[in-house]
């Protein structure tokens, strides 16, 4: 059959603003966990990641949050700015291969 | 800065055709994979090589797929008869400590089969 793609989720937010993306993980067993950004026509650039065994790692701006009562990521962006557009989105990597499975993306928009 | 790159930036190929994908990782790098990224869809995850072996592969990563490390400096993707559905943007990465280390990722092969 016809393969469809996905609509990616969007949010738009003023520069300046903080910018907050959701990713819900489907396997309670993965263990570490990327946010990618990818821009247009680029390759994805890792983010920041996060350890089972933590809650919360910030980075430079950046902040992952890890609520594994309901595999959920966020990725919390402080200060957003233009060149923060761009899709992002989250991987799971369970145990104990080193294959990653991505979500599908939400793609950031920053108003100037 | 070190950088993956990946030739060439666009493949148009006919059905049935064997196509080879290049990437040279980052030198210091020992692990290498590739990804496909579908249009509007998600990044999946086709194999990953380390000691000059395979050491996962998904189920995307079938008998018609396979790669190489024919030298010190490339890692390659063959496909070897193209169907519609490998049309796809094809990422190559690499990195030095495995699955709980960054990943760097090249800036990817438009492979369109016709």
């Known amino acids: 059959g016809e393969s469809v793609g996905l609509h990616l989720p969007t949010l738009s937010v003023q520069e300046g603003d903080n910018s907050i993306i959701n990713c819900a993980y489907s396997?309670?067993?993965?263990?570490?966990f990327i946010w990618y950004k990818q821009e247009s026509g680029k390759g994805p650039q890792f983010i920041i990641d996060?350890?089972?065994?933590?809650d919360k790692r910030q980075g430079q701006r950046v902040t992952v949050l890890l609520n594994k009562t309901v595999k959920h990521l966020s990725l919390q962006i402080a200060a957003t700015q233009p060149g923060d557009s761009a899709v992002y989105f989250c991987?799971?990597?369970?145990?104990?291969?080193?294959?990653?499975?991505f979500g599908t993306g939400t793609s950031l928009t920053v108003i100037p | 800065e070190p950088e993956v790159t990946q030739t060439p930036s666009h493949q148009v190929t006919q059905m049935g055709q064997e196509v080879i994908l290049r990437c040279v990782p980052i030198s210091n790098h020992l692990y290498f994979y590739w990804y496909r990224q579908i249009l509007g869809q998600k990044v999946e995850f086709l194999v990953s090589?380390?000691?000059?072996?395979?050491?996962?592969k998904s189920e995307i990563f079938d008998d018609q797929f396979s790669v190489e490390r024919p030298d010190g400096s490339n890692f390659t993707l063959k496909i070897r008869s193209t169907k519609l559905e490998d049309s796809a943007m094809y990422f190559c990465?690499?990195?030095?400590?495995?699955?709980?280390?960054?990943?760097?990722f090249g800036p990817g092969t438009r492979l369109t089969v016709l």
């Open positions: 396997n309670s067993a993965s263990d570490y």
């Open positions: 990465a690499s990195n030095w400590g495995g699955p709980y280390n960054e990943q760097f």
């Open positions: 090589f380390y000691n000059n072996e395979i050491s996962e």
């Open positions: 991987a799971e990597n369970p145990p104990p291969g080193n294959q990653f499975y």
């Open positions: 996060i350890r089972s065994n933590m």
